[in-house]
């Protein structure tokens, strides 16, 4: 069973970046989509971002023009690259994998984004 450990979440000031990674402990070559949610505190979790095998991608309307998507097959590694980010972006940020045999999910990276 593939594992997904995200990384790179932390506190930011509004308008800055911050690059997230999802690292599996598998090949991702297999992941028909890959993506990011997120989790406001009292909300529920919501689709960030999504790409496909074959690198086709999708964003929620909120973070289109700010956060990019990509995958590395060989690193077995996902990113998400946030930028002018707003306080409205604070949140627990969630990767997710889904192969023929399953869903897969990491344990979350927190999102501040605070002055």
């Known amino acids: 069973q593939v594992q997904l450990v995200e990384s790179g979440g932390g506190l930011v000031q509004p308008g800055g970046s911050l690059r997230l990674s999802c690292a599996a402990s598998?090949?991702?070559?297999?992941?028909?989509?890959m993506g990011w949610y997120r989790q406001a505190p009292g909300k529920q979790r919501d689709l960030v971002a999504t790409i496909s095998l074959i690198g086709a991608t999708n964003y929620v309307d909120s973070v289109k023009g700010r956060f990019t998507i990509s995958r590395d097959n060989a690193e077995n590694t996902v990113y998400l690259q946030m930028n002018s980010l707003k306080p409205e972006d604070t949140a627990v940020y969630y990767c997710?994998?889904?192969?023929?045999?399953?869903?897969?999910w990491g344990q979350g990276t927190q999102v501040t984004v605070s002055s």
């Open positions: 598998g090949s991702i070559s297999s992941m028909i989509v």
């Open positions: 997710h994998g889904r192969d023929y045999r399953g869903n897969y």
